[in-house]
């Protein structure tokens, strides 16, 4: 029973365009979110992250928003470019819980010039 | 500052065999964790520690054992090694509850 999911295994985007990867959960007391994006060989990277108290966090490129109501999450990218191609990875925990994320199976994201 | 750091980056084992994963952080972070992370699916979460002294179960502790007797070091212990328990292992840390966790390189292993 997953509690994170990603539903699309795969994205392709031009180079320029708006990527947008998805993110669904099913256990309510979630209250903190994140994405890690992951190149091969590498550990996971944090990129961006949102609390259940709001309903948008942008830093740069990057914009992730949370409907709470549909336990859904997007992360955007604007604009994409070759150098975001990787694995996403949504994760959601509960603060003051361990710290202890839940992760989904990741979106490969390739930008093509 | 290095961070997390792991090793072994690479390891192959025969069933039955046990070994120890090390995982250590110069970051002063009290939350360590260990997630395997298996084809197509996403980071499952093996043991957690709050601080020195401290260690839980997460998702998926059956054949891993922990230990947590430095804030700096969170090793992950296999039993006996088991052909399922291949995969890529990764030890996180965090300064606390709700901060940005950060992630090692990862560690391969194979049980043949």
């Known amino acids: 029973d997953q509690q994170v999911k990603q539903n699309s295994p795969s994205l392709s985007v031009q180079e320029g365009r708006i990527s947008i990867l998805n993110c669904d959960y099913t256990?309510?007391?979630?209250?903190?979110f994140l994405w890690y994006k992951k190149y091969p060989a590498e550990g996971p990277t944090f990129l961006i992250s949102?609390?259940?108290?709001?309903d948008k966090n942008e830093d740069g490129r990057f914009t992730v928003f949370l409907n709470k109501s549909a336990k859904h999450l997007s992360l955007h990218i604007v604009p994409s470019q070759p150098g975001d191609s990787a694995v996403y990875f949504c994760?959601?925990?509960?603060?003051?819980?361990?710290?202890?994320?839940?992760f989904g199976g990741g979106t490969r994201l390739m930008v093509k010039p | 500052n290095a961070g997390v750091t792991q090793t072994p980056k690479f390891q192959v084992l025969k069933t039955g065999q046990s070994m120890t994963l090390q995982c250590a952080q110069d970051?002063?972070?009290?939350?360590m964790s260990w997630y395997r992370q298996d084809p197509g699916m996403g980071l499952r979460l093996i043991h957690y520690?709050?601080?020195?002294?401290?260690?839980d179960q997460g998702e998926v502790p059956n054949g891993y054992n922990v230990s947590r007797s430095t804030t700096e070091d969170f090793p992950l212990r296999l039993l006996s090694a088991a052909p399922s328990q291949t995969s890529v292992y990764f030890c996180?840390?965090?300064?606390?509850?709700?901060?940005?966790?950060?992630f090692g390189e990862g560690s391969w292993l194979t049980v043949v």
């Open positions: 970051m002063n972070h009290e939350y």
């Open positions: 996180a840390s965090s300064r606390s509850s709700g901060n940005t966790i950060y």
């Open positions: 520690s709050v601080g020195a002294g401290i260690t």
């Open positions: 949102i609390s259940s108290i709001k």
């Open positions: 256990n309510s007391m979630f209250d903190y």
């Open positions: 994760a959601a925990s509960v603060t003051n819980a361990g710290n202890m994320l839940t």
